[in-house]
């Protein structure tokens, strides 16, 4: 639906003229009255009203819980959104693909806690559309399948107002597949959805040896007790294998297996979720072969991530492909120079031709060298004819992002070591100037710096940005820090180990210690750290894969003993309470 405008009507009269008489004639007269007044007239007639603007409203799926279940359409109306109206699992953390003056209406709760009525939703979502607003209404799950919708949807046609019904993915669906349980194979090729809270439910019509059972509202253990007892006495097979799956499709994702009549002793007590399914059928021991989800090297291990505030999410994204829960810490704050002077020179160096080579030896250098250039009004063209060093792929990245290729980039270890070892020595003959220019942190070493002028090149280091220690977390991951809370630590430089030991203390001697490189793990070491993963080469691709590697292989051993795959959190848990 394309978004609705507002017209407004300027009043402004436009008036007819004449064209003007030939040289030597007089001017003939108009057909129309130029009379003044009735210029007059025509220039105090009232403007038409602007026509009155009606809003429009858009039921959006959203799947069971994995941010990434979402539509593209979804996507798309969520960014055009002045209303929005959470669902009830509430899901806020959608509204980072919002406007940033959108509004936020609770779709569960009023403004008392009293939990909303379908017909209490209909009126916040039809009362904010007729003021002209594009509302957005999460549903969980798919809308198509939620009752209360279509009395939401009715109130739309009832109040005259434009709807959509965008289709999302179903817990139905979703649950099973990332539990590993295909609800069809050769031999079953029905399915059954049952809702246990339905009172008037034929549990006789419903049991079935060849079908899919799919069970939805199974939110308690006394739920799922009740229905398969109900399957049980409706003459099913007690032995007929089951799974019971809540919080699904995210990393907290937990399924239990059994039989219809062990199912429910082997689920916890009390609420599971509200989005938990239970599957019954053969189609269950499939899932012994085609788990994919709950086996992931770092299912559900909560990482910590120390950063700068300004550092991209690179790492977080390939953690979570592991199927970790990455928590971003910010250890280190980037600030300006306090006195800009001298990279003010520099700049003007670089375009007036000073210098052969511009080395950057962090992604911040680049970040700070190219704001410089913007509040000159200079871009990458001003580079044209100069040599770019990158330290390593990253860097590389961020310069070819601003239209720049780096001349050289280190062919082993990616630090100021790699990038000397490749660093061709000043030629009299080849380059004609043999100065350097090298932006960085006000604390950077001076390895790069002693081993160019050995090379024979002539440098100017300059102090680009500054680095600070952040702010200290908030208590509770403080806590979590020390407490063993987390399930490992992945340190990107020795800055971030000082850094996040300085304003949080030590992490506990559980938590697994993975650093980015040897002067970051010899860092940790110095700080009192046990590193137990080392990344093949500094990069945060490196780093997230060798964690990765690093569960995979305590998965294994843990298959291959017997014993339950537990995270490093979990086993120091265990081992306290059997203290």
């Known amino acids: 639906m394309s978004p609705t405008r507002k017209t407004t009507s300027t009043g402004a009269a436009t008036a007819a003229t004449t ?42 799926g959203i799947g069971p819980g994995d941010p990434g279940l979402f539509t593209l359409r979804a996507l798309e109306l969520l960014r055009d959104a002045e209303v929005v109206v959470l669902s009830e699992s509430g899901r806020e953390q959608l509204l980072a693909h919002c406007p940033a003056a959108v509004t936020v209406a609770d779709g569960a709760f009023d403004a ?32 198509g399948l939620t009752g209360h919708v279509a009395e939401e949807a009715a109130a739309c046609v009832k109040a005259g107002l434009a709807f959509q019904l965008v289709p999302g993915v179903s817990p139905v669906t979703a649950v099973p597949a990332f539990a590993g349980v295909p609800l069809t194979s050769r031999s079953v090729r029905e399915v059954r959805v049952v809702d246990v809270t339905d009172s008037k439910i034929d549990w006789a019509s419903v049991a079935s040896k060849d079908a899919t059972l799919v069970l939805s509202g199974t939110t308690e253990r006394a739920l799922v007790a009740g229905a398969v007892a109900k399957l049980i006495e409706a003459g099913l097979d007690p032995a007929t294998p089951v799974i019971t799956t809540w919080a699904g ?23 599971l979720c509200p989005s938990a399914v239970t599957v019954v059928g053969e189609v269950v021991d499939l899932r012994e ?9 770092l299912f559900g291990w909560r990482v910590l991530v120390p950063r700068t505030k300004e550092q991209s999410g690179a790492l977080s994204v390939r953690l979570r492909s592991y199927g970790a829960v990455p928590e971003e810490v910010p250890t280190i704050s980037v600030e300006p120079p ?11 160096g670089l375009v007036t031709g000073r210098y052969e080579w511009v080395a950057f030896t962090s992604r911040n250098a680049v970040k700070a060298v190219r704001e410089k250039f913007e509040e000159y009004g200079l871009d990458a063209r001003a580079f044209s004819g100069i040599k770019v060093a990158a330290v390593g792929e990253q860097t590389a990245g961020d310069l070819a992002a601003w239209g720049i290729r780096a001349d050289l980039v280190p062919s082993g270890e990616q630090s100021a070591r790699g990038l ?25 070493t001076d390895v790069l710096v002693a081993g160019l002028v050995n090379l024979g090149w002539e440098v100017d280091d300059v102090t680009a940005y500054r680095t600070v220690r952040a702010a200290p977390p908030p208590a509770p991951v403080r806590e ?49 750290l046990r590193v137990d993963v080392l990344a093949a080469t500094p990069s945060a691709r490196e780093l997230a894969d060798a964690l990765a590697n690093f569960g995979a292989a305590r998965r294994a051993a843990a298959a291959e003993n017997g014993e339950s795959v537990l995270r490093p959190s979990e086993k120091r848990t265990s081992a306290r309470r059997r203290r």
């Open 480 to 528: 979590a820090i020390k407490g063993g809370g987390f399930d490992a630590v992945v340190f990107t430089s020795s800055s971030t180990v000082r850094n996040l030991v300085g304003i949080a203390g030590k992490p506990h001697t559980s938590t697994i210690i993975a650093c980015i490189g040897p002067a970051t793990a010899a860092e940790a070491t110095e700080h009192g």
């Open 289 to 297: 072969t085609l788990s994919w989800f709950e086996t992931r090297p």
């Open 19 to 60: 064209p003007a008489a030939p040289a030597g004639k007089p001017a003939a007269k108009s057909a129309t009255s130029t009379k003044a007044p009735a210029k007059t007239q025509a220039a105090k007639a009232p403007a038409e009203p602007a026509r009155r603007v009606t809003g429009s409203v858009a039921f959006v």
């Open 338 to 348: 306090r006195t800009p002077q001298q990279m003010e020179r520099a700049i003007k």
């Open 420 to 444: 000397l070892e490749d660093w061709p020595p000043y030629d009299e003959v080849f380059d004609p100037i043999n100065r350097v220019f090298l932006p960085r942190a006000d604390i950077a």
């Open 112 to 143: 008392e806690g009293v939990p909303l009525a379908p017909a209490a939703r209909a009126k916040v979502i039809t009362t904010a559309a007729k003021s002209g607003k594009r509302v957005v209404r999460l549903v969980d799950g798919d809308g």
């Open 249 to 271: 499709t995210t990393t907290e994702q937990r399924t239990v297996a059994g039989t219809l009549v062990d199912i429910a002793a082997a689920l916890p007590s009390g609420t």
